[in-house]
């Protein structure tokens, strides 16, 4: 079975902080990808990656960067938490496009 | 962004009824995905629908893919307390630099059903 961990399931960050969310799959997808859930809007593309070092930006890549050193790896980085990206954030990665997006079980950040 | 609607975004109902979940959208759409996401855990994917017009049936979900490929619909036959969770359908659309499809997601349907 695939499996796609995320480093923190519960997450609290003050204003202003740098935070690092780490999501990591074991299946050797070529596409990673990181959303963030918010009620009444589904999930929305943050950013997402279809190589090692190579990135693309989604729908709502402001206040976010990501980074993709490694094949099994993708992570996204807030450079100075702000209180409106208090949020559920889930990585999902594919073998291909298209195919099907595996997805882990999410992180919820709070930012105070 | 191009949108997907979902309705009704919540729907409580009593075990063994029947219920239709609905996805539309103005955009047309290579294929179409429905999801399924549980409490604590990340959507798992239950279906892909690609032909215009396309019928899927799992168990007691039945899914249709809308003839102009722009909406979709759900439906639970005998609803069970096994089918509670956010549904969540997903355009496939061809918008990066690479040519690769991305997925737009839906707004959500959260189903509640009632022992």
């Avoid at chain 1, 969310?21 to 050797?28: G, K, S």
């Avoid at chain 2, 979940?21 to 179409?32: A, I, M, Q």
């Avoid at chain 2, 619909?73 to 997903?90: M, N, R």
Wanted: aromatic share 10%.
């Amino acid at each position: 079975d695939v499996k796609v961990t995320q480093s923190s399931r519960y997450l609290v960050k003050r204003t202003g902080e740098k935070v690092f969310l780490e999501c990591v799959q074991d299946m050797d997808h070529e596409n990673m990808f990181w959303y963030r859930q918010d009620p009444g809007l589904g999930l929305r593309l943050i950013y997402f990656s279809y190589d090692v070092k190579m990135k693309e930006k989604g729908d709502i890549p402001e206040g976010y960067s990501v980074s993709r050193e490694k094949k099994e790896r993708f992570s996204l980085i807030l450079e100075s938490a702000s209180t409106n990206q208090t949020s559920m954030y889930l990585c999902a990665s594919s073998l291909g496009t298209p195919d099907t997006q595996y997805f882990g079980p999410g992180t919820r950040l709070t930012v105070l | 962004t191009q949108l997907l609607e979902q309705s009704p975004q919540f729907l409580s109902i009593q075990e063994g009824e029947n219920l239709t979940v609905y996805c539309n959208s103005s955009s047309v759409f290579s294929s179409l995905q429905w999801y399924r996401q549980e409490p604590g855990e990340g959507p798992v994917l239950l279906v892909t629908v690609v032909t215009g017009g396309e019928v899927k049936k799992l168990k007691r979900l039945t899914f249709q893919f809308g003839d102009a490929r722009k909406d979709s619909s759900l439906h639970i036959t005998a609803a069970q307390p096994g089918d509670t969770g956010l549904y969540l359908c997903a355009g496939r659309r061809d918008i990066s630099n690479f040519g690769n499809e991305k997925l737009t997601f839906g707004t959500g349907t959260r189903l509640t059903i009632i022992p």
